[in-house]
């Protein structure tokens, strides 16, 4: 077994957990939570240690559903993690959200995407075509301003792809049980503007 004892950063995760140990179960319904979860929202949204969900939203542990990955991009997992969400959990809501500064959509931006590993170059192809269509509608935009765009756009687009490729996320968004919406948060402001 590895040997933690001299390791700082592992030190400081045992350290932040005794701490927030102490006062667990005052702001939380713990012994709620082995019975089960009722978040309100299922978010898709980027992995960037910046972005925290519940945070941004004032939201208490338990209230929200998070599905984070870089770029927030569609796969068929995170698209069984939403219906579980939704069929499962009863979700009222799905929200798609992208954030400034986003480096997966830069990266897809950048072009050049042979320079990274196998698996990069599959997560930035789910960015690609949403870039192509982006620079196609905007062909004498600045590139600060393209950035922004294309991280707007790519929410957009993950949040279409989770309608079009699920039967059950269809449904929910046909009859209006559940909303579907895209979001960005901009890291400069804490804002979350609803697209
Ligand atoms: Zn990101």
Redesign the pocket.
């Known amino acids: 077994m590895a040997n933690f004892s001299q390791d700082k950063v592992v030190q400081s995760l045992i350290t932040g957990n005794k701490t927030f140990k102490t006062s667990y179960g005052e702001g939380t319904k713990s012994q709620d939570f082995l019975k089960g979860q009722s978040p309100a929202v299922a978010l898709v949204t980027?992995?960037?240690a910046r972005?925290v969900p519940e945070a941004i939203f004032n939201l208490k542990i338990g209230e929200i559903f998070c599905i984070e990955i870089?770029?927030?991009v569609f796969s068929t997992e995170v698209c069984a993690s939403v219906e579980y969400a939704v069929a499962s959990l009863g979700v009222s809501h799905v929200v798609v959200m992208?954030?400034q500064c986003?480096?997966?959509?830069g990266a897809a931006l950048e072009g050049n995407i042979d320079k990274h590993s196998s698996s990069i170059q599959t997560l930035l192809k789910r960015i690609q075509p949403t870039i192509a269509k982006v620079k196609l509608e905007n062909k004498n935009m600045h590139s600060h301003d393209l950035v922004e765009v294309s991280i707007k756009e790519n929410a957009k687009t993950t949040l279409s792809l989770l309608k079009e490729n699920s039967p059950i996320l269809k449904q929910s968004h046909a009859n209006g049980s559940c909303a579907f919406l895209a979001a960005y948060y901009s890291l400069e402001t804490g804002e979350v503007e609803f697209l």
């Open positions: 980027c992995s960037d972005v870089a770029g927030n992208g954030h986003c480096g997966a959509v």
